[in-house]
């Protein structure tokens, strides 16, 4: 059974998360990532109605995490994605290979889930993403 080292609330270009931490550290060397979606630091929704300019936010949401918890996209493990529109895919794949390509080269993106949902805790938000990440 692990223990829960830390967990992380305040993260530099992240806005603040009310009553959740952003990421919680375990003493079996992985960190859970909650779910991010499309907004910036000061919490203002980032690219309404677009798929594309919502992933790459909720992606650099989740590299400011990664970064904190001293890791990159190399220390993925598995990434859970929940989309409310299944037919921009491919603008999702773009934009994660977008992040991932640079780190991974040629390796396999990490484990991965996607599910199709009705809709998020805010109607403007198409994508939501959580992590589980390997430190160290």
């Given at each position: 059974?692990?223990?829960?080292?830390?967990?992380?609330?305040?993260?530099?270009?992240?806005?603040?998360?009310?009553?959740?931490?952003?990421?919680?550290?375990?003493?079996?060397?992985?960190?859970?990532?909650?779910?991010?979606?499309?907004?910036?630091?000061?919490?203002?929704?980032?690219?309404?109605?677009?798929?594309?300019?919502?992933?790459?936010?909720?992606?650099?949401?989740?590299?400011?995490?990664?970064?904190?918890l001293g890791t990159d996209w190399t220390g993925l493990v598995?990434?859970?994605?929940?989309?409310?529109?299944?037919?921009?895919?491919?603008?999702?794949?773009?934009?994660?290979?977008?992040?991932?390509?640079?780190?991974?080269?040629?390796?396999?993106?990490?484990?991965?889930?996607?599910?199709?949902?009705?809709?998020?805790?805010?109607?403007?938000?198409?994508?939501?993403?959580?992590a589980v990440v390997a430190l160290g």
């Amino acid at each position: 059974m692990a223990n829960i080292n830390e967990r992380l609330t305040d993260i530099p270009g992240v806005a603040p998360g009310f009553g959740y931490a952003h990421a919680v550290t375990t003493s079996n060397g992985l960190a859970y990532i909650s779910g991010q979606v499309a907004v910036d630091a000061d919490g203002t929704l980032v690219g309404e109605n677009d798929m594309a300019a919502q992933t790459r936010q909720a992606l650099t949401n989740l590299q400011h995490i990664l970064h904190a918890l001293g890791t990159d996209w190399t220390g993925l493990v598995k990434l859970t994605w929940f989309v409310t529109d299944t037919a921009q895919l491919q603008d999702i794949r773009d934009v994660r290979d977008e992040f991932l390509r640079p780190a991974l080269g040629d390796l396999p993106n990490p484990a991965s889930s996607l599910i199709r949902v009705a809709g998020l805790f805010r109607p403007e938000f198409l994508i939501e993403v959580e992590a589980v990440v390997a430190l160290g």
